[in-house]
């Protein structure tokens, strides 16, 4: 991905807080021969065992996640093959009007996370079943109202034999954070405010980001 050198991340904590934040990603990966490529949206999690152990361009760090065995990506994947998955955050238009300045031109504010990584795929029920249990884990941590998974194991059990589920390890990541950087501080003021009195979270969260730029 392309980033200029003023939207990137004021350090790696940034790109950690959009993969946390936005865990349905995209996966990419080359289909066999010449092939098309593969996408698919897909629940992914850093690894819990990776906790305050991210480096600041993330190298090194696991993520986990799972897809249907009958998608045809999954068919196509081998172990060791290099992915890319990719994480979208808040994000917002920004009409001219709000610059209050001529001339002026539209553009779209918007935070997103490339992890390029080597896939390793997990073997066996029980090993599925755990990145499942990570993932649900996380999620209702994060975003659930803390439901028991527990009398539902035996479900997770009956539908793991579908469930493909796999390790990424990261070797680079690009963030890219576009935030008005460069626009003079008055009008990035404008636009934190106009995004700050929207009904929509998106524009809030993009305000609140924006806030907190060095």
Do not use: C
């Not at 010449?34 to 996408?39: K, L, S």
């Not at 709000?98 to 997990?122: D, I, M, Q, R």
């Not at 929509?200 to 924006?210: I, N, V, W, Y």
């Amino acid at each position: 991905m392309f980033v200029p050198h003023h939207y990137r991340e004021p350090n790696g904590t940034w790109m950690v807080d959009v993969l946390r934040g936005n865990p349905l990603a995209l996966m990419l990966s080359n289909g066999p021969g010449d092939g098309e490529p593969f996408a698919t949206h897909l629940p992914v999690i850093p690894d819990p065992e990776m906790e305050g152990e991210w480096a600041d361009d993330l190298t090194g760090g696991l993520l986990l996640g799972h897809m249907n065995r009958a998608n045809p990506q999954w068919k196509s994947l081998e172990d060791g093959q290099p992915v890319v998955v990719i994480f979208t955050g808040p994000h917002a238009y920004i009409s001219p009007a709000v610059y209050e300045v001529t001339p002026a031109a539209p553009t779209w504010n918007f935070t997103s996370v490339h992890a390029h990584g080597v896939l390793h795929k997990v073997t066996g029920m029980e090993p599925t079943l755990e990145v499942v249990k990570a993932t649900v884990r996380a999620f209702e941590a994060d975003f659930g109202t803390g439901w028991d998974m527990e009398q539902s194991l035996n479900y997770f059990r009956q539908i793991a034999p579908a469930v493909g589920a796999f390790r990424i390890a990261i070797t680079k990541a690009d963030g890219m954070f576009k935030l008005s950087q460069e626009q003079k501080p008055e009008v990035r003021d404008r636009v934190v405010q106009n995004f700050a009195e929207r009904d929509s979270a998106r524009h809030r969260a993009t305000a609140k980001l924006m806030t907190q730029l060095p």
